[in-house]
């Protein structure tokens, strides 16, 4: 063996080799076709600079742009059966649960954590549409209600944002189960006096809208995020009748009062604090900083700003600590 072989060679072949460029390097917006580089993309909340499009970010990203200097810590989720029917189609239902484990690096669709916003403490839930569609199981369902339920132990706010197609079919009933056992957990954190912000993303469908998504004292919406029970197509074929232009989309649901206010990513974690701190009654000099607000708030109640009973309850409790 000699230096052509030891040096030249190989430095040869790594010239001529195919460079290897990242898949994700360039992002396609799919409103405009314009291609947007991922750390661009990255940096704006994974929002289209130019157009505006709100791509679909994961669930670890988003809490690392919402809360205060991507501060938080993860809260312990209970586990759930695995596989408890069974269930089978083109491949089995635990091999679809590996596989998606596997790329979204997640154990099932959703997230809790802990952290503040703008000071405030709070309790975020998170569903990702990564995993399986951001669908709903008996997993999913339990990390939901442990999010509730902490936010009660601690005393904080509860954010969720929701992502999901709905119910997951291959936990059949036991699924559908977790949509009255989730309305209970809102109940519980109502009664516990403590607000309840949802921040409805794309999409928002099936069960999971039939259920805590449209339950908050508050629903936001991100831009041009569908939302509703049943698909638009299904809709169009039941009826026999051709749907409005933008049916089911954010901007239409504001418009006729099903959601409170459409804000953009990139504005959320702000106007979410400062509902909080006026639900909550925050110390007057904060409410006194925060009412250049009060009017969007207004709209989004439907109460000029005014609290709801158990939101009172709240306040009062914050008043006497």
Same mark, same amino acid.
């Given at each position: 063996?000699?230096?052509?072989?030891?040096?030249?060679?190989?430095?040869?072949?790594?010239?001529?080799?195919?460079?290897?460029?990242?898949?994700?390097?360039?992002?396609?917006?799919?409103?405009?076709?314009?291609?947007?580089?991922?750390?661009?993309?990255?940096?704006?909340?994974?929002?289209?600079?130019?157009?505006? +499009?709100?791509?679909?970010?994961?669930?670890?990203?988003?809490?690392?742009?919402?809360?205060?200097?991507?501060?938080?810590?993860?809260?312990?989720?209970?586990?759930?059966?695995?596989?408890?029917?069974? +269930?089978?189609?083109?491949?089995?239902?635990?091999?679809?649960?590996?596989?998606?484990?596997?790329?979204?690096?997640?154990?099932?669709?959703?997230?809790?954590?802990?952290?503040?916003?703008?000071?405030?403490?709070?309790?975020?839930?998170?569903?990702?549409?990564?995993?399986?569609?951001?669908?709903?199981?008996?997993?999913?369902?339990?990390?939901?209600?442990?999010?509730?339920? %902490?936010?009660?132990?601690?005393?904080?706010?509860?954010?969720? +944002?929701?992502?999901?197609?709905?119910?997951?079919?291959?936990?059949?009933?036991?699924?559908?189960?977790?949509?009255?056992?989730?309305?209970?957990?809102?109940?519980?954190?109502?009664?516990?006096?403590?607000?309840?912000?949802?921040?409805?993303?794309?999409? %928002?469908?099936?069960?999971?809208?039939?259920?805590?998504?449209?339950?908050?004292?508050?629903?936001?919406?991100?831009?041009?995020?569908?939302?509703?029970?049943?698909?638009?197509?299904?809709?169009?074929?039941?009826?026999?009748?051709?749907?409005?232009?933008?049916?089911?989309?954010?901007?239409?649901?504001?418009?006729?009062?099903?959601?409170?206010?459409?804000?953009?990513?990139?504005?959320?974690?702000?106007?979410?604090? %400062?509902?909080?701190?006026?639900?909550?009654?925050?110390?007057?000099?904060?409410?006194?900083?925060?009412?250049?607000?009060?009017?969007?708030?207004?709209?989004?109640?439907?109460?000029?700003?005014?609290?709801?009973?158990?939101?009172?309850?709240?306040?009062?409790?914050?008043?006497?600590?």
């Amino acid at each position: 063996m000699n230096w052509i072989t030891n040096y030249v060679r190989p430095k040869i072949s790594s010239l001529l080799a195919a460079r290897q460029v990242p898949e994700n390097l360039w992002i396609k917006c799919p409103e405009t076709g314009e291609m947007v580089f991922h750390k661009d993309l990255e940096a704006n909340h994974w929002v289209v600079p130019s157009s505006g +499009f709100h791509m679909r970010i994961r669930a670890r990203d988003r809490l690392d742009h919402f809360f205060d200097g991507g501060a938080y810590e993860l809260v312990d989720l209970p586990t759930a059966a695995v596989d408890p029917l069974r +269930f089978r189609d083109q491949k089995r239902y635990v091999d679809r649960l590996k596989e998606n484990r596997a790329k979204a690096e997640m154990d099932d669709a959703v997230v809790v954590a802990k952290g503040a916003i703008e000071g405030l403490p709070i309790v975020a839930t998170v569903q990702d549409f990564a995993f399986m569609g951001g669908s709903l199981g008996m997993a999913a369902g339990e990390a939901i209600i442990r999010g509730f339920e %902490t936010a009660i132990e601690e005393k904080r706010p509860l954010v969720l +944002f929701s992502a999901s197609g709905g119910a997951r079919m291959q936990e059949g009933i036991l699924s559908l189960m977790q949509l009255p056992r989730t309305t209970v957990a809102v109940e519980m954190l109502k009664e516990a006096g403590l607000p309840y912000v949802v921040v409805l993303t794309n999409p %928002t469908a099936g069960g999971v809208s039939a259920s805590y998504a449209m339950l908050g004292d508050v629903h936001i919406a991100e831009p041009g995020a569908v939302i509703g029970f049943a698909g638009a197509r299904v809709i169009e074929q039941t009826i026999r009748e051709k749907l409005p232009d933008g049916f089911q989309r954010a901007e239409y649901l504001m418009e006729h009062g099903m959601v409170d206010m459409v804000v953009p990513r990139q504005q959320l974690k702000g106007r979410i604090a %400062t509902l909080l701190k006026l639900l909550l009654k925050a110390p007057g000099d904060t409410v006194a900083g925060l009412l250049e607000n009060g009017a969007a708030i207004g709209e989004a109640s439907g109460q000029e700003g005014q609290p709801a009973p158990h939101e009172a309850e709240a306040a009062d409790r914050a008043d006497a600590h």
